[in-house]
């Protein structure tokens, strides 16, 4: 099924999403990686807040090419999302209800999918430079030191999706997985 969603993401919103859906994106989500995930951590292991409130936020795991000319940012493919998976069931836990990125995920993170009622969305590897034409603009929030791996605040307009894990923990690369062994 193809659904355009406004984000954040809602309870409301997140209990309507099926693994294999399709699925635009319109509104704010933030991007990070592995350099940003282990700060992150770190600031959470030393008490220190964070520079962006997660709660309700979608993170996309990607670090952009620089921007051509007149563009709000360069390629922006998404990155394989279990490089963060010793991160994300914390956060997951402490309100993130979105991540976007491509491949598998942990046992860990789908239980803790399930746990806070959240969804995991694979943006089309690859693609990167298609992807970028659904950003409307960038800006660096946080850990500007970190150059592509910094923290980004990215606008998108019907940025497309696939639910690939939903908050009941159906994953869709399993099911692929079970039909292509029945035909």
Same mark, same amino acid.
């Given at each position: 099924?193809?659904?355009?969603?406004?984000?954040?993401?809602?309870?409301?919103?997140?209990?309507?999403?099926?693994?294999?859906?399709? /699925?635009?994106?319109?509104? #704010?989500?933030? #991007?990070?990686?592995?350099?940003a995930?282990?700060?992150?951590?770190?600031?959470?292991?030393? +008490? %220190? $807040?964070?520079?962006v409130?997660?709660? +309700? @936020? #979608?993170?996309y795991?990607? +670090? *952009?090419?620089?921007?051509?000319?007149? !563009?709000p940012i360069?390629?922006?493919?998404p990155?394989?999302?279990?490089?963060?998976?010793? =991160?994300? *069931? !914390?956060?997951?836990?402490?309100?993130?209800?979105?991540?976007?990125?491509k +491949?598998?995920?942990?046992?860990? /993170?789908?239980?803790?999918?399930?746990r806070?009622?959240?969804? =995991?969305?694979a943006?089309?590897?690859?693609?990167?430079a298609?992807?970028?034409?659904?950003?409307?603009?960038?800006? %660096?929030?946080?850990?500007?030191?970190?150059?592509? $791996?910094?923290? !980004?605040?990215?606008? %998108?307009?019907?940025?497309?999706?696939?639910?690939?894990?939903?908050?009941?923990?159906?994953?869709? =690369?399993?099911?692929? @997985? %079970? @039909?292509?062994?029945?035909e």
């Amino acid at each position: 099924m193809e659904k355009k969603i406004s984000l954040p993401l809602t309870e409301e919103i997140i209990s309507d999403l099926k693994a294999g859906d399709y /699925v635009y994106l319109t509104g #704010t989500i933030y #991007t990070a990686r592995d350099a940003a995930h282990k700060r992150i951590d770190e600031a959470l292991n030393n +008490g %220190v $807040e964070l520079p962006v409130d997660i709660k +309700g @936020q #979608t993170i996309y795991y990607m +670090g *952009p090419s620089p921007a051509r000319e007149g !563009r709000p940012i360069g390629s922006a493919g998404p990155t394989t999302a279990s490089r963060m998976d010793k =991160y994300a *069931p !914390r956060l997951l836990d402490l309100g993130l209800k979105g991540m976007i990125g491509k +491949g598998r995920r942990s046992e860990a /993170v789908k239980e803790a999918i399930v746990r806070n009622g959240a969804v =995991y969305f694979a943006a089309v590897g690859g693609a990167g430079a298609l992807l970028s034409k659904a950003i409307v603009s960038s800006e %660096v929030v946080a850990y500007d030191d970190l150059g592509t $791996e910094a923290i !980004r605040k990215l606008e %998108v307009v019907n940025f497309p999706v696939i639910v690939v894990i939903d908050k009941d923990g159906n994953n869709l =690369y399993d099911i692929a @997985q %079970v @039909q292509f062994n029945r035909e």
